[in-house]
C-alpha cells in the first residue's frame, strides 16, 4: 500500500477561487432585497479594504478572485477586528485563517447592511466623547 503524504500542503479551499463580482451581485441582491443600496455595498466594502470606488469596480469587471482582492486591498481597515459575531455558522473572531476572516468580516458587514443597522455602526465609528455610554457625567 502506498504510504499516505506526511504534512501535505493543505488544499485552497474553492471560494479563494470564485470572482468576488460572482458573490457581489448577491450581496447586493441581499442589500436590495432588505431596502438598502449598491452604494451602500459598495460603501461597507470600500471601508473594510480601501479601495476607491473605481478601483474597486476594476476588480469586479476584472472578475479579480477573493484571493487577489484582498491580497491586493490598499488598506485593510484597522477597526476590521471589532467585527464580531457569527455568520455562516461560525464566530468571526475564532477564525484562525486570515484570508477567510477577511472574507467573513466582508459577509458580516453586508449581513449587518441587511438587517437594517445603522451605517455608522457598520462601519464601527466611534461615538463622540460627549455620547459615548460611558461617559461620566459630572455631579452637581
Not at 484597522?78 to 484562525?96: D, L, M, S
Amino acid at each position: 500500500m502506498p504510504a499516505a503524504k506526511a504534512a501535505a500542503t493543505p488544499k485552497k479551499h474553492r471560494i479563494y477561487t470564485i470572482s468576488v463580482a460572482s458573490v457581489y451581485v448577491h450581496y447586493i441582491a441581499k442589500a436590495e432585497k432588505k431596502g438598502r443600496t449598491k452604494a451602500e455595498v459598495d460603501e461597507v466594502t470600500r471601508w473594510l479594504t480601501g479601495y476607491t470606488q473605481k478601483a474597486l469596480d476594476a476588480h469586479l469587471a476584472k472578475k479579480t478572485t477573493f484571493e487577489d482582492f484582498f491580497a491586493k486591498a490598499p488598506k485593510l481597515n484597522p477597526n476590521r477586528a471589532e467585527i464580531k459575531g457569527v455568520i455562516c455558522g461560525v464566530r468571526i473572531e475564532e477564525i484562525e485563517e486570515p484570508l477567510m476572516r477577511e472574507l467573513r468580516y466582508l459577509d458580516k458587514l453586508v449581513d449587518e447592511l441587511a438587517k437594517g443597522r445603522p451605517m455608522e455602526k457598520i462601519l464601527r465609528t466611534p461615538a463622540p466623547a460627549a455620547e459615548a455610554p460611558n461617559a461620566k457625567r459630572a455631579r452637581r
